[in-house]
């Protein structure tokens, strides 16, 4: 069953931190690499982070380099986006997204905002 669900969005203030998270079907994780995208209004979606199924190795958008973490939980089948130093400019819908499959979760919204 091919299933990704985001959770843990909301509204944080500017400097603060936020963990968003994807549960994954465990068919989805053990065989695709993992990314987080994001989207604000008017924009394009674009890549965040990027972590192999192995959970080896990750890269990151240039706007979100040493600000955001990409990990996986390969217990739970859980992607997670941890973000600290939250700004302004990172309000968007954050999706997660099983590569090989191109299959896209629902979206979480992220408001960074005083």
């Known amino acids: 069953q091919m299933q990704l669900v985001e959770s843990g969005g909301g509204l944080v203030q500017p400097g603060g931190s936020l963990r968003v998270s994807c549960a994954a079907s465990r068919f989805i994780f053990r065989h695709n690499d993992m990314s987080w995208y994001r989207q604000a209004p008017g924009k394009e979606r674009e890549l965040v982070a990027r972590i192999t199924s192995s959970g080896g190795s990750a890269i990151y958008g240039e706007s979100v380099k040493g600000r955001f973490t990409i990990s996986t939980d390969n217990a739970t089948n859980t992607l997670y986006l941890q973000m600290n130093s939250l700004k302004p400019r990172d309000t968007a819908v954050y999706y997660c997204?099983?590569?090989?499959?191109?299959?896209w979760g629902q979206g979480t919204q992220v408001t960074v905002s005083s």
């Open positions: 997204k099983a590569e090989a499959y191109h299959y």
